[in-house]
């Protein structure tokens, strides 16, 4: 069965870093929306100029786009065995739109939701510390809060929603990142087992 898992947590949480381990791990692609927008501004494609203001401010790129972009990566051959997908769903719109998505491209349930979880004043740390390393335009302290505010009010819900569906695992993320990265692993066994 495809190892299809979803990261939800604020910015700061580190769903990027686990996203990668995990994906390199299991051998299956890591789909990170902020990524993709990322390589769209740097390429300077059409996509790119629309989202980029959007990136700047640290406010969400509308629905009908992100979800377009979701849509078509995972539909490409290589999430045959699964993905990770980081940074997306980000509003309940999007959550509702990748179970339609999970349909087309001939899916059941997800494997696991990982819910990272970390006090707002840990992450607001970890980014400015990361702000100097990856010089990110929205990683200033201002877009920072604004960045929090944004995934409290948008984000958030979604805990519930997945949780209500029994998929939801809580991950404490405020760790190092192999504290953490064997915490995700013991949940990803435990979550293989239960459907196998
Ligand atoms: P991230 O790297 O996940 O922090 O994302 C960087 C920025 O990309 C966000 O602040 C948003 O502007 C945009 N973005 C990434 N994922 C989404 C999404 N699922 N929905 C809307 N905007 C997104």
Do not use: W
């Not at 980029?52 to 401010?57: G, K, W």
Request: proline share 4%; aromatic share 4%.
């Amino acid at each position: 069965m495809p190892l299809d898992i979803v990261i939800l947590g604020p910015p700061g949480a580190g769903k990027g870093t686990q996203g990668k381990l995990i994906a390199a791990d299991a051998g299956i692609p890591h789909v990170n929306t902020g990524d993709m927008f990322r390589a769209e501004c740097a390429a300077g494609t059409e996509l790119g100029e629309r989202v980029r203001s959007i990136l700047d401010d640290g406010d969400l790129v509308p629905d009908e786009l992100t979800i377009e972009v979701v849509r078509a990566r995972l539909g490409q051959d290589d999430t045959a065995d699964g993905f990770v997908l980081d940074g997306f769903p980000r509003t309940l719109a999007q959550a509702e739109a990748l179970d339609r998505v999970l349909v087309e491209i001939d899916r059941g349930e997800l494997c696991v939701v990982l819910d990272f979880q970390i006090p707002d004043e840990a992450a607001v740390q970890r980014l400015l510390g990361r702000a100097g390393v990856e010089g990110r335009s929205d990683d200033t302290l201002d877009r920072i809060q604004h960045r929090l505010d944004v995934y409290h009010e948008k984000s958030e819900p979604l805990v519930e929603y997945y949780r209500a569906r029994g998929i939801l695992v809580g991950i404490h993320a405020d760790r190092t990142v192999e504290e953490v990265f064997a915490e995700v692993q013991q949940v990803l066994a435990a979550a293989q087992q239960t459907r196998s």
